[in-house]
């Protein structure tokens, strides 16, 4: 079994910054590809960003590119998500996940574990 919580969210004023984190437990995920989620209500889960096991490589999607930055810390056990200049439009529940296997994907089906959110508001 692998236990993810995510941690960080919180209230911003637009513009401001918030930095995400999502620690593990019951596994090393040293060997893990990981990501992060959003979902508002009403709306499918979508895809933010996503590294590989040992932090190699990164992948964004388009909207929150050169804003945000995921990144981990494997002695810990951790996954961050620094999240700069927000928007409104960043509001959402932010998931913690990971996958069996090393590389990155940008599917919610593709992976295996989550956590159980942490809410982002960001007002204007």
């Known amino acids: 079994q692998v236990q993810l919580v995510e941690s960080g969210g919180g209230l911003v004023q637009a513009g401001g910054s918030l930095r995400l984190s999502c620690t593990a437990s019951g596994r090393t995920l040293s060997s893990y590809a990981m990501g992060w989620f959003r979902q508002t209500p009403g709306k499918e889960r979508e895809f933010v960003a996503a590294?590989?096991?040992?932090?190699?490589?990164?992948y964004y999607t388009d909207s929150v590119k050169g804003r945000f930055t995921i990144s981990r810390d494997n002695a810990k056990n951790t996954m961050y998500l620094q999240m700069n200049s927000l928007k409104p439009e960043d509001t959402a529940v932010y998931y913690c996940?990971?996958?069996?296997?090393?590389?990155?994907?940008?599917?919610?089906?593709?992976?295996?574990?989550w956590g159980q959110g942490t809410r982002v508001t960001v007002s204007s």
């Open positions: 996940s990971a996958r069996t296997g090393a590389l990155y994907r940008i599917k919610k089906s593709e992976y295996d574990y």
């Open positions: 590294i590989s096991s040992k932090g190699a490589s990164t």
